[in-house]
């Protein structure tokens, strides 16, 4: 479903248009497949934090695949110059089913070529008068203002909390604090139903931390984040999609009243 309307059409002169896109499933991860569309190009040049710090061209860097989790934004230039006139599927390869981690057709069965993987028709029709917009590969995009140095470090884990009336089956995910080096041996965990950063505060927030085998986004409110490394920890589990991944992310809270700050947006 795109904008309300099941499997639509979108009628598009061979020129280049910004498309801001957004994830509105509830659990679904979608791979987004432009690869089947001739000659298209695709560049990514934001997310749901303001505009990334230069265009990423998606066609060179991914074969032209995006995925996004659920609740995530992609601001996206979408060049069909040299696309031939004609009309052409954009396909979903996420699974219908949790995602765990990994590429179709490797790791898991992407979804249904005849349902849920087709997202939207492009009609492709020559272009009228002249496309006077700048190649992405030119554009300067704003400068991205540097974080201050954190004052308060909280390592966070995500856990599902399983349920009391079905056998084997999750019931919410929990966001709480951790005591201890999860690396290094069994460490406390105590529940938070929130966490609100404040000015220079460091957040060590890994998404899939915890009991979970399936990978839980985590996003701050009110907030941008900033990924500053990525760490391996141990997982218990011997399948190599449960591996665990530890993000570490900067935040700084900014007031969403200001003017002139293009990273306060939120999701």
């Given at each position: 479903m795109v904008n309300g309307n099941t499997?639509?059409?979108?009628?598009?002169?061979?020129?280049?248009?910004?498309?801001?896109?957004?994830?509105?499933?509830?659990?679904?991860?979608?791979?987004?497949?432009?690869?089947?569309?001739?000659?298209?190009?695709?560049?990514?040049?934001?997310?749901?934090?303001?505009?990334?710090?230069?265009?990423?061209?998606?066609?060179?860097?991914?074969?032209?695949?995006?995925?996004?989790?659920?609740?995530?934004?992609?601001?996206?230039?979408?060049?069909?110059?040299?696309?031939?006139?004609?009309?052409?599927?954009?396909?979903?390869?996420?699974?219908?089913?949790?995602?765990?981690?990994?590429?179709?057709?490797?790791d898991f069965a992407p979804a249904d070529p005849d349902s849920t993987g087709q997202v939207i028709k492009f009609r492709v029709q020559a272009r009228r008068g002249l496309d006077l917009t700048t190649p992405p590969r030119f554009l300067r995009l704003p400068a991205i203002d540097p974080l201050p140095a954190a004052t308060v470090s909280r390592p966070l884990a995500l856990l599902e909390e399983m349920s009391m009336s079905f056998a084997d089956?999750?019931?919410?995910?929990?966001?709480?604090?951790?005591?201890?080096?999860?690396?290094?041996?069994?460490?406390?965990?105590?529940?938070?139903?929130w966490s609100e950063p404040t000015p220079r505060t460091l957040l060590l927030a890994p998404p899939r931390c915890g009991s979970s085998t399936t990978p839980r986004p985590t996003r701050i409110r009110c907030t941008c984040t900033k990924s500053c490394s990525r760490l391996s920890i141990a997982s218990r589990s011997s399948s190599t999609r449960q591996a665990r991944r530890l993000k570490f992310f900067l935040a700084r809270h900014h007031d969403r009243r200001s003017p002139g700050k293009r990273d306060s947006r939120t999701p």
């Open positions: 499997w639509p059409y979108l009628d598009v002169e061979r020129r280049r248009y910004r498309f801001r896109v957004l994830n509105g499933c509830q659990a679904r991860f979608l791979t987004l497949d432009f690869s089947g569309v001739p000659g298209i190009e695709v560049w990514q040049i934001g997310n749901e934090g303001g505009f990334l710090a230069e265009p990423v061209d998606l066609t060179t860097r991914t074969g032209g695949r995006l995925l996004m989790s659920p609740a995530e934004r992609a601001d996206l230039i979408i060049d069909f110059t040299a696309v031939p006139n004609g009309n052409y599927v954009l396909r979903n390869l996420g699974p219908d089913e949790p995602f765990g981690g990994g590429q179709p057709d490797e089956a999750p019931a919410e995910a929990v966001l709480g604090t951790i005591v201890g080096d999860p690396n290094a041996g069994p460490g406390t965990w105590m529940k938070r139903m």
